[in-house]
């Protein structure tokens, strides 16, 4: 059987199997990073816009008592967590960034390619404030400047790594794995009987 699928795979792309083996991946990988370089064009436009428009302290209220852009500078992690550590969070976002570029052949599931498109996109958004900004490379603070009340100020980077992060969470408890495959339940208590065990 999984020879004359390979033989039907051949067959529609021209008999060349490892122009098969590419289309079952090259349409995820494209959307990943599709989705990244939306975010991180959209985050250093609006960025450069607010530092340009708004490095006076000037402040727009677009609700009242709900939402107003500011410029404020970060450098902790999103949502200004752990503001003293700029080093240590500009080490994590270059981990994830790695470990994307390195599993983004590995995606067959649309969903992963979005989760980890906006992760990856957030993730190099506020990577090049830190490199890029002052008061130095690898200090550098983040630009943020959506300000809702009762909510810490965040930028557009922010909200792609949160909402990627919310959606991994989402596929992985539904056991959703990154090569489109999906873990089923357990039969039992025990789990799933291993082969070498069935009688």
Known sequence: MRELQATGESALTGGDPSTAKSSRFVRPVVLLAAVAVAIVVAD??????VVHHYADGHVTTLIPRVLEIEEARNGGAAFGIAGGATILFTIVAVAVIAFIVRNATRIHHLGWA???GLLLGGAIGNLGDRVFRSPGVFRGHVVDWIYLHHWPIFNLADSGIVIGGLLAVALAGRGYRLDG???????????????????
């Open 114 to 116: 979005v989760a980890l």
């Open 44 to 49: 250093l436009a609006t960025k450069v816009w």
């Open 181 to 199: 495959s999906r873990e089923q339940p357990s039969d039992g208590p025990d789990g799933d009987l291993d082969e070498r065990d069935s009688p």
